[in-house]
């Protein structure tokens, strides 16, 4: 694959307690672990958050072409993207979950769940998720 794009991130600092920055700087947060996971929580971002940011808006992305390419159209729809972070017992280290959400109010059951099924086709989260982390997907109308 040639990439037509590479974003470009670095963090800093002490990890999920440290910075993030974006190469053009349009990423610029303060990372705190959740009180969840032992940390201090509060106002910043944390890893879990950023993914899920990016990939509902990837898997929507992948939900609008998906429907445009079968000829239905899509005027209002979302995702929301759920990740979840917990033990995993096979190394003592963590896994992460999806839930994928997808609201297309305007459309039929069946239209939505086909709609979501091309769009896991698509996305390309859901390709480098595939058979790595669990993925749930569900249509609501």
């Known amino acids: ?3 037509l794009y590479t974003a470009e991130a670095v963090s800093t600092g002490q990890g999920r307690d440290g910075e993030v920055r974006s190469s053009d700087g ?3 947060e303060q990372l705190a672990t959740p009180t969840e996971l032992g940390g201090p929580g509060g106002a910043a971002t944390n890893p879990e958050q950023l993914f899920a940011a990016g990939y509902s808006a990837c898997f929507h992305s992948a939900v609008r072409a998906a429907a445009a390419r079968s000829g239905t159209p899509v005027r209002r729809s979302e995702v929301t993207a759920k990740v979840g972070i917990g033990a ?17 109010p305007e459309l039929t059951q069946p239209q939505a769940n086909e709609i979501v099924e091309a769009a896991q086709q698509l996305c390309p989260y859901s390709k480098a998720t595939r058979g790595n982390i669990d993925v749930s997907v569900s249509a609501v109308v």
């Open 1 to 3: 694959m040639t990439p």
């Open 26 to 28: 349009v990423i610029n």
């Open 88 to 104: 995993d017992e096979s190394d003592g280290g963590f896994r992460l979950s999806v839930d994928l959400e997808v609201r297309i």
